[in-house]
């Protein structure tokens, strides 16, 4: 069997789509436009890996209905799995990190950096769950209702 690694879903490239999770965990000690910033990075990244599957998928079948299918596909995982999913998670382990310490006898520099380390640390692990998570409801949804299967 010949595996062909993919660029952007088999290799470190990968994380780009995560640099919105960065930013969701220093959300407490960057600004808004840092934030924003993060998302732009990760907005490439997803339309890139769309990009790539719809120009093979063209290549390979030169079929409109494939690419189309192929392009939606790619879309929709790569927004769920890089960007939504993940962002919401990394926001809200900050968010009640940071609530849970407060009114506890934590020094101020505990009480602003702990939420960014725990943040942080969080992403390596929510990372291969997210991807089969989203595969998983991809194959039940869309790629059940147009039988495409990438």
Not at 44 to 58: E, F, G, N, P, Q
Not at 83 to 94: D, E, H, L, Y
């Amino acid at each position: 069997m010949v595996y062909n690694r993919d660029f952007f879903r088999d290799t470190k490239v990968r994380y780009l789509g995560y640099a919105n999770e960065v930013g969701e965990a220093l959300r407490p000690v960057i600004s808004r436009n840092a934030v924003n910033f993060s998302y732009k990075v990760a907005g490439a990244y997803v339309l890139a890996d769309t990009a790539d599957k719809s120009l093979k998928t063209l290549w390979r079948e030169g079929s409109i209905t494939s690419v189309i299918l192929s392009t939606g596909d790619a879309l929709i995982w790569q927004t769920l799995a890089s960007i939504v999913i993940p962002g919401i998670t990394i926001n809200r382990i900050v968010f009640y990190t940071g609530r849970a310490l407060k009114g506890r006898p934590v020094t101020p520099a505990v009480q602003r950096f702990a939420p960014v380390a725990v943040g942080l640390a969080c992403i390596p692990i929510i990372v291969t769950p997210i991807d089969r998570a989203v595969s998983l409801f991809m194959n039940v949804t869309y790629r059940l209702i147009f039988g495409h299967h990438p």
